[in-house]
């Protein structure tokens, strides 16, 4: 069965920094590349930064220089190191496969805010 966990989301000042994390199933994780996504209240989800199983990495323009992705193929974890934030990050941020479909499995999400 399909789980994707995510956390580490909060509040914080503009400019500050918050690591987010997700815990996969070995069963989607481990052939997969992962990403991280973000929908923002009244926009539509958009990916913000993905991964794959050897460690390439893609950003969006608008996270690129201030956000890290990373995993831990062990661990079945994706992180996501967010920097120099911007009241524009704040969206609730979920994982997922870079294939995954809004018809799909998607976690709770982790609530990101920033205060400006």
């Known amino acids: 069965q399909v789980q994707l966990v995510e956390s580490g989301g909060g509040l914080v000042q503009a400019g500050g920094s918050l690591r987010l994390s997700c815990a996969a199933s070995g069963s989607i994780f481990s052939i997969n590349t992962m990403g991280w996504y973000r929908q923002a209240p009244g926009k539509q989800r958009e990916l913000v930064a993905s991964i794959t199983i050897f460690g390439s990495t893609n950003y969006a323009d608008s996270v690129k220089g201030r956000f890290t992705i990373s995993r831990d193929n062990a661990k079945n974890t994706v992180y996501l190191q967010m920097n120099s934030l911007e009241p524009e990050d704040t969206a609730v941020y979920y994982c997922?496969?870079?294939?995954?479909?809004?018809?799909?499995?998607w976690g709770q999400g982790t609530q990101v805010t920033v205060s400006s």
């Open positions: 997922n496969t870079l294939k995954a479909t809004r018809y799909d499995y």
